[in-house]
C-alpha cells in the first residue's frame, strides 16, 4: 500500500509531542516532525 507520511506539529518542549513521535517510532510509522517553535 503507498501511504502518506504523517506529520507531527510539535514545539521542543512539549511532552505530548515527545509521546506521540515515540509512539509512531515504536509502530513503525513513517513521519516528519516539524517544529513550529523554530524556523
Given at each position: 500500500m503507498n501511504y502518506k507520511?504523517?506529520?507531527v506539529y510539535a514545539t521542543?518542549?512539549?511532552s505530548y509531542?515527545?509521546?506521540v513521535?515515540?509512539?509512531?517510532i515504536s509502530k513503525k510509522v513513517a513521519?516528519?516532525?516539524i517544529?513550529?517553535?523554530q524556523n
Amino acid at each position: 500500500m503507498n501511504y502518506k507520511k504523517v506529520k507531527v506539529y510539535a514545539t521542543t518542549t512539549c511532552s505530548y509531542c515527545i509521546m506521540v513521535a515515540d509512539w509512531l517510532i515504536s509502530k513503525k510509522v513513517a513521519f516528519e516532525k516539524i517544529l513550529v517553535d523554530q524556523n
